[in-house]
């Protein structure tokens, strides 16, 4: 028997691929939806910054009137002293916290609700946000990063701008010290060889050197030892001319 593959021994979430949630500064959600957010808004202020390794963009300690703190996405442009509002009657500014019906078409929210105060799933990612595409009665239709478009209820809080960060990954590491760092606070596993370096029992495209030896498609039904590769491809390799040739045609 060959050995298990790296995403069959992932799904095993041993100790080896566990997240360090220990070192998690903080878990991002937004407050209550109570009656002060539903009627009007509730007034914060920014008292710091903090740099979680859970994650690539900054979060922003927030401490609210009635005393309640919370830590947030920090957008582009916050700053320590910042007003943060959250509630319906919140207004359009960046950081602030409001239903996706007050939010006008064409602005860029982000950290989403999926449903109304489960306190922000979608578009958390350092640089990213979503697009308020269209409104209709209950409902608002939102353009992700992924240019999908997602129809979710009105009455969904997210928050206004662009998540900080975006640009982090245009910076060249320079040295590998800086990857094994950069892995080691997400646990994540680095480095990572390619099949075709591995041997035949350790990988399905091992065996040969730097040479896979057959073709990489792979069946849907494949059993999950060989499920590697262009899994259920439609096509594999280069476009023939004469076939792009005719598409053009058609055009």
């Excluded at 691929?17 to 202020?45: C, L, N």
């Excluded at 910076?171 to 060889?193: I, T």
Aim: with cysteine; aromatic share 6%; charged share 25%.
């Amino acid at each position: 028997m060959g050995k298990l593959l790296k995403q069959q021994r992932r799904g095993k979430g041993s100790v080896a691929y566990r997240a360090p949630s220990h070192r998690y500064k903080a878990d991002v959600a937004f407050r209550r939806y109570d009656e002060a957010e539903k009627t009007g808004f509730v007034r914060g202020q920014v008292l710091e910054f903090v740099d979680d390794p859970a994650r690539g963009a900054l979060l922003m300690h927030v401490m609210f009137e009635n005393g309640e703190e919370r830590m947030l996405l920090a957008p582009e442009g916050a700053y320590v002293g910042q007003e943060i509002r959250c509630g319906a009657e919140a207004g359009i500014s960046a950081g602030n916290c409001l239903p996706l019906s007050k939010v006008p078409e064409g602005f860029m929210v982000f950290n989403i609700e999926m449903v109304p105060g489960d306190g922000g799933k979608l578009v958390r990612a350092a640089g990213s946000y979503a697009t308020i595409a269209s409104k209709e009665k209950d409902k608002v239709y939102i353009k992700l990063p992924s240019r999908k478009t997602l129809v979710l209820p009105a009455s969904c809080r997210a928050q206004v701008g662009v998540v900080c960060g975006g640009g982090r990954l245009e910076k060249p590491l320079m040295k590998a010290g800086n990857s094994f760092y950069k892995k080691h606070a997400q646990n994540r596993r680095w480095p990572v060889n390619r099949g075709v370096h591995m041997a035949a029992y350790n990988h399905p495209f091992g065996g040969k050197q730097h040479h896979k030896g057959r073709g990489s498609m792979t069946s849907r039904n494949a059993p999950p030892g060989r499920k590697v590769g262009h899994i259920a491809a439609r096509s594999v390799g280069r476009k023939k001319a004469h076939v792009e040739e005719k598409k053009l045609e058609q055009k």
